[in-house]
């Protein structure tokens, strides 16, 4: 089925007790078994769920993967794909992805024997002079958060395969709508469903969709031993707003793109970061992965002083951590989703104290820029 159909139709069968339409929220915790050893495929509720069941199966078809596993927050679902290894295994990551990520690695992962390589991977030759015997991931965020650099999958992926390792790829950014990292060569594919997925702002949940039963598997079993599973609401939820993740999602990219217009054309903004302008260096590289470019966007106002005035003075524009969102959130990446970076690297990456994102919702774009305009005023 087309893109559209999946959103609304995979894995939503009609409910088999009653026809409803929508899946219900199954909110219980375990399940009657009619006697000893026989069960109807439910067992208890951290193992299965059906309304969990159903938003797996949906993403994991929008993904075109084999397998979803839904988890209680983004950072849970990217946990559980680390405890695929063991101490002493070798991880190549991006060294610009989400500061939370970051943390996640070098402050509790490294303690269990985890090693870490952070490159440019926007330099597939960076990616493979990384690569040691025991590396076993090859972790992939495209475009960067916040800086919105592009890596090549296709590329990466043949030069994590040719050493033993898989391909993981945190499409957060994109949502599948804009993106297919196994359709590129990934071997699993993980959100925060927080975000464009949900698309409300009002759930935080992850997911990890992989492209075989052997991983899909290994994601299941750890799922229920570790058990930071997704509620039944909050995948009840999710699977309201992937219903309409297609149509949010146009909305988002022609808002999205007007913005980074506007803003390459305003004089007080230094610099734009967005790879659907043709001055993004990796522009042709996006026009090729990407079925468009999004709503993400940096902006360099040149000082902290400068960011500050600025986002004080938004009005419609929501200052606020987290993206995704119908409605527009705006950001500071140096103190907020990127504090936790050490300030050297933050530096060299370019998340400086004027740097600013936006991420546009799907308002009407006249409004949001004539809001960026009156905050403007005050720099
Ligand atoms: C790209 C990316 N990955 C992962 C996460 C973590 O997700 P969560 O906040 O749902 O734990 C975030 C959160 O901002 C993110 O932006």
Not at 59 to 71: D, N, P, T, V
Not at 125 to 144: D, H, N, S
């Amino acid at each position: 089925m087309g893109f559209s159909t999946d959103c609304i139709h995979a894995g939503q069968e009609p409910d088999p007790t009653t026809g409803a339409v929508t899946i219900p929220i199954y909110q219980t915790s375990t399940y009657v078994q009619p006697e000893l050893g026989r069960h109807k495929g439910y067992e208890y509720a951290r193992t299965q769920n059906p309304t969990r069941a159903a938003l797996e199966a949906n993403i994991a078809a929008l993904e075109r993967g084999k397998h979803g596993h839904c988890f209680a927050s983004g950072m849970s679902a990217i946990d559980v794909v680390f405890r695929l290894l063991q101490s002493g295994d070798h991880v190549v990551a991006g060294e610009n992805m989400y500061g939370g990520s970051y943390r996640l690695f070098s402050r509790v992962l490294e303690k269990f024997g985890l090693q870490f390589t952070y490159v440019d991977t926007s330099d597939t030759g960076a990616v493979r002079q990384a690569m040691r015997p025991e590396t076993k991931i090859v972790y992939l965020e495209t475009p960067t958060n916040p800086m919105m650099t592009i890596t090549d999958l296709a590329a990466c992926a043949e030069v994590a395969h040719a050493g033993g390792a898989i391909v993981v790829v945190d499409n957060t950014f994109c949502s599948p709508y804009l993106q297919r990292p196994i359709e590129l060569g990934a071997d699993v594919v993980l959100h925060s469903t927080t975000k464009f997925l949900n698309g409300h702002s009002d759930s935080v949940g992850g997911v990890v969709v992989s492209n075989s039963d052997e991983l899909g598997e290994k994601i299941g079993f750890l799922q229920n031993a570790v058990g930071a599973i997704l509620s039944p609401f909050d995948s009840w939820l999710v699977l309201r707003g992937t219903k309409t993740l297609a149509v949010r999602m146009k909305r988002h990219e022609e808002n999205g793109m007007a913005m980074a217009q506007y803003l390459a054309r305003h004089p007080k903004v230094k610099k734009v970061y967005y790879p659907g302008l043709p001055e993004h260096p990796q522009h042709e590289l996006a026009k090729r992965q990407m079925n468009g470019f999004g709503a993400m966007i940096s902006f360099e106002l040149g000082s902290k002083e400068n960011a500050a005035a600025f986002l004080n003075r938004v009005r419609l524009c929501s200052l606020a951590e987290s993206l995704g969102g119908v409605e527009t959130l705006i950001s500071h990446p140096e103190t907020m989703t990127h504090a936790s970076v050490p300030i050297e690297t933050r530096t060299r990456l370019g998340i400086t104290p004027g740097l600013v994102r936006i991420s546009v919702g799907i308002e009407d774009v006249e409004d949001l820029i004539a809001d960026l305009e009156q905050a403007f005023e005050t720099l």
